[in-house]
């Protein structure tokens, strides 16, 4: 909102016009956590990722403040994680959680947004919304939202686990499913735009990497409502899916995880793919070394991860130890400070802004 545009028609003498202005209306919250470097640069962008965060917040987390003001199970999980700890505030993330909820649909996935009405979904999206009601449970102990969102999450994973072929969740074909992981090339799913769906028998990494996390999720939500029967269950399914993740999707040639297997596919590498199996703890140690090292180079030959995804690159390459901490340290630097030099006073979607 650095400038306001005022048209004044029919107007026939002078008129005066003594304010034109923007009355904020922000969500109260107070900045709790604190975060102090010598690096001024560092701490400049801690400012601003509050500044972003809290910009987001209205009615329920946006995407952007300014262009969809749309609530996403994805992004409110990276906001809700951040908010928790600059914010300590966890009444704004459960309403945002419930809302995406109510948008449950009978093939076990939810509406893209909340609330909505759209004629696609994102399939991992759905599973990011199992993920973040755990990290809620952990941060703030509340069992009530837990309690209440059970049999939902029994209904989607369910349904998740009538589709799957050979220990792995087959993508869902068709119009309403965009396979969508992050604005990156060939993880866009650029034909949703088209009207295009998918149409044959594919297998995606990502996709099921979120499955596997999405599995150890909701084991967690059925232990923690006294339902062990329930939670073992999931936790079997889940060694399943990462056994079969690690021992389908991995190219000894290329010693990476491919992202996509069935007919037609091309070889896609990713640093998003290596990255979410790490986190999802779908591969054998020495293979997340190999990943971590990979990850950490410059031109590794893999496709970049994005700013909103990042995330899971971070978390893969301070799996275990700090070896790499320096490089996600210097990589945040490099980007966030890079938006910062060419004038943001909030940070973008992308790294592009608004040439995007």
């Not at 009601?133 to 209904?155: M, T, W």
Request: net charge negative; with cysteine.
């Amino acid at each position: 909102c650095r400038y306001i545009q005022l048209h004044i028609s029919n107007i026939q003498d002078e008129f005066i016009l003594y304010y034109a202005g923007m009355r904020p209306t922000e969500y109260p919250v107070e900045v709790k956590g604190e975060f102090v470097s010598p690096n001024s640069l560092w701490n400049h962008i801690y400012d601003v990722s509050i500044r972003t965060l809290h910009l987001c917040m209205h009615e329920h987390y946006e995407d952007t403040p300014w262009r969809e003001q749309a609530l996403y199970s994805m992004d409110s999980r990276n906001q809700a994680l951040c908010g928790y700890y600059c914010f300590g505030e966890y009444d704004f993330p459960e309403a945002s959680f419930d809302l995406l909820g109510k948008g449950l649909k009978k093939d076990g996935y939810l509406e893209l947004c909340a609330p909505a009405e759209v004629p696609i979904t994102i399939p991992c999206f759905s599973m990011a919304w199992i993920m973040e009601l755990v990290d809620h449970l952990l941060y703030s102990g509340r069992i009530e939202p837990v309690k209440a969102a059970l049999p939902k999450v029994k209904f989607m994973i369910d349904s998740y686990l009538a589709n799957m072929e050979d220990d792995l969740l087959v993508s869902p074909k068709g119009k309403r499913y965009w396979h969508f992981y992050e604005w990156a090339d060939g993880l866009d799913d650029p034909g949703i735009f088209r009207g295009d769906g998918l149409e044959t028998k594919r297998f995606d990494a990502p996709l099921n990497t979120f499955f596997a996390m999405a599995l150890d999720s909701s084991a967690k939500l059925a232990q923690a409502c006294d339902k062990s029967e329930l939670a073992e269950r999931y936790m079997g399914y889940a060694r399943k899916v990462k056994k079969a993740i690690n021992d389908i999707f991995w190219d000894e040639k290329e010693q990476v995880f491919t992202t996509y297997i069935g007919d037609g596919c091309k070889p896609h590498y990713a640093e998003l793919t290596q990255a979410l199996i790490i986190c999802a703890g779908a591969c054998s140690d020495d293979r997340v070394s190999i990943l971590q090292r990979k990850l950490a180079a410059q031109n590794n030959g893999l496709v970049e991860t994005t700013l909103s995804h990042s995330f899971y690159k971070f978390e893969a390459l301070l799996q275990g130890s700090y070896e790499y901490a320096t490089t996600v340290f210097d990589k945040i630097e490099k980007d966030w400070g890079y938006m910062l030099y060419n004038g943001a006073t909030s940070f973008w979607e992308t790294i592009k802004g608004a040439n995007d």
